[in-house]
């Protein structure tokens, strides 16, 4: 975990019961959960195994290993998953250093909330070698803090990643807004007791108690997150 912004911008965003946002980073803040599928494609056709694209609705959003994981055995891929994830993530960062594109909505989103000292943390699946990279393309100093996958005990689906975060910004889970885009990420902030604005990527995720579901970033702004809370309590 790594914290780029003074503890001094930890306390409560000014005016309103928000106390800190969290961002989920592929598929939510930048278009990257293609590059993970067609990764997963490609070493696994060298491999000589072809996925089914069913399967991609599966792997989408969780942990490499559990991602890895599954995809070993759905094939019967004669590679460990130690070699698998190795092969995975070095081929995503092939992928990535062409160039990371942003999600529509995800530079604006990201410019305001800094321009109103909310804390804000990345809180990934992804391991801290793949995080950094896309961090050249997002702005470090735009987080207070961020949170990989290889970084806690468990990750998503488990709620360890969201409260790490809360606790390395010294929030409450519930006064958070945790924006996702898959059911994965999406039951880990429930988990933790945070609120939930869902973008889907892949798969659709319906609404739910505590749980907004919109099209885009687009449509996300501070007095939308901030109504999140209030809303909700």
Same mark, same amino acid.
């Given at each position: 975990?790594?914290?780029?912004?003074?503890?001094?911008?930890?306390?409560?965003?000014?005016?309103?019961?928000?106390?800190?946002?969290?961002?989920?980073?592929?598929?939510?803040?930048?278009?990257?959960?293609?590059?993970?599928?067609?990764?997963?494609?490609?070493?696994?056709?060298?491999?000589?195994?072809?996925?089914?694209?069913?399967?991609?609705?599966?792997?989408?959003?969780?942990?490499?290993?559990?991602?890895? =994981?599954?995809?070993?055995?759905?094939?019967?891929?004669?590679?460990?998953?130690?070699?698998?994830?190795? +092969?995975?993530?070095?081929?995503?960062?092939?992928?990535?250093?062409?160039?990371?594109? +942003?999600?529509?909505?995800?530079?604006?989103? +990201?410019?305001?909330?800094?321009?109103?000292?909310?804390?804000?943390?990345?809180?990934?699946?992804?391991?801290?070698?793949?995080?950094?990279?896309?961090?050249?393309?997002?702005?470090?100093?735009?987080?207070?803090?961020?949170?990989?996958?290889?970084?806690?005990?468990?990750?998503?689906?488990?709620?360890?990643?969201?409260? +790490?975060?809360?606790?390395?910004?010294?929030?409450?889970?519930?006064?958070?807004?945790?924006?996702?885009?898959?059911?994965? =990420?999406?039951?880990?902030?429930?988990?933790?007791?945070?609120?939930?604005?869902?973008?889907?990527?892949?798969?659709?995720?319906?609404?739910?108690? =505590?749980?907004?579901?919109?099209?885009?970033?687009?449509?996300?702004?501070?007095?939308?997150?901030?109504?999140?809370?209030?809303?909700?309590?």
């Amino acid at each position: 975990m790594t914290s780029t912004v003074p503890a001094s911008l930890t306390r409560m965003a000014e005016g309103s019961a928000l106390q800190a946002v969290f961002l989920d980073m592929d598929g939510t803040l930048v278009d990257t959960e293609g590059f993970w599928w067609d990764a997963e494609v490609e070493v696994f056709g060298e491999l000589g195994h072809t996925l089914d694209e069913s399967w991609r609705d599966v792997v989408v959003g969780g942990p490499m290993t559990r991602s890895a =994981g599954y995809l070993i055995e759905a094939t019967g891929a004669d590679i460990t998953l130690a070699e698998l994830t190795v +092969l995975l993530n070095e081929r995503f960062e092939q992928r990535i250093g062409r160039g990371v594109p +942003l999600m529509p909505g995800a530079e604006r989103l +990201l410019a305001e909330l800094a321009a109103h000292n909310v804390p804000t943390a990345l809180v990934s699946a992804s391991h801290r070698r793949i995080i950094d990279r896309v961090l050249h393309s997002l702005g470090r100093d735009r987080f207070t803090l961020t949170v990989a996958g290889d970084e806690v005990s468990r990750t998503k689906p488990h709620p360890d990643p969201y409260l +790490l975060a809360a606790r390395g910004v010294g929030a409450e889970p519930g006064r958070c807004a945790v924006i996702e885009d898959t059911a994965t =990420g999406v039951a880990a902030a429930e988990a933790a007791g945070c609120r939930v604005v869902a973008v889907p990527s892949v798969a659709p995720i319906a609404p739910a108690d =505590g749980r907004l579901v919109v099209r885009s970033l687009e449509e996300i702004d501070l007095r939308f997150l901030r109504t999140l809370i209030t809303r909700m309590n």
